[in-house]
């Protein structure tokens, strides 16, 4: 979270006595729930306390993560939270912050590469073709519904021949999944 605005450093935020959060880059007061969001983009803030210029930036985060586990937005198991406190005065107390912090980093490197894999896969696969092809149909589909619509108006989908009687539109259907469910065959193999 090394991110700033414009590469002027982190943006300061002052706490006051009455528990007020002044944004200083932005001439506003804020919630903490902007801080949340700042801090989701990536921008890089320190909070001060207003009277005393102490760095109290840890101490506003930790009361971020309380809030948002009171909401149900829990991420942190009770038996990691026990664990967590039994290190407190522990000889590798130490050393849990620099493991804490790398292991998130890991944590959202992965993250980020299961994601591009995620959305890479389905690029030029079967099953992104399927879904073109889904989306092609469900919009003929609802255009038929359309207030208005009648068949051969753009748009609109034609109207089955009587002497096919739509037979067409579902024999190429058929043969459209029967050669991506070959595709998919071939691809398990």
Do not use: C, W
Not at 41 to 55: N, Q, S
Not at 131 to 143: G, S, V, Y
């Amino acid at each position: 979270m090394k991110k700033s605005a414009a590469g002027t450093g982190p943006v300061i935020i002052k706490k006051y006595a009455n528990r007020r959060l002044y944004n200083t880059e932005t001439s506003s007061y804020i919630t903490l729930d902007h801080l949340a969001a700042m801090t989701r983009e990536g921008r890089d803030f320190k909070v001060v306390d207003a009277k005393t210029e102490e760095d109290i930036t840890h101490n506003v985060l930790t009361q971020i993560i309380m809030e948002e586990e009171q909401r149900g937005q829990t991420m942190l198991p009770v038996n990691f939270l026990r664990q967590l406190i039994a290190l407190y005065g522990d000889s590798m107390q130490a050393m849990v912050p620099g493991y804490l912090e790398a292991s998130m980093e890991s944590f959202r490197r992965n993250q980020q590469q299961f994601k591009s894999a995620v959305e890479g896969a389905f690029a030029n696969s079967p099953f992104a073709e399927m879904a073109k092809r889904n989306l092609e149909i469900f919009e003929a589909a609802t255009q038929a519904f359309k207030p208005g619509a009648t068949p051969g108006t753009p748009g609109a989908p034609a109207a089955p021949t009587p002497a096919t009687g739509g037979d067409d539109d579902v024999s190429a259907l058929k043969a459209e999944l029967a050669r991506l469910q070959d595709k998919i065959e071939k691809l398990a193999k």
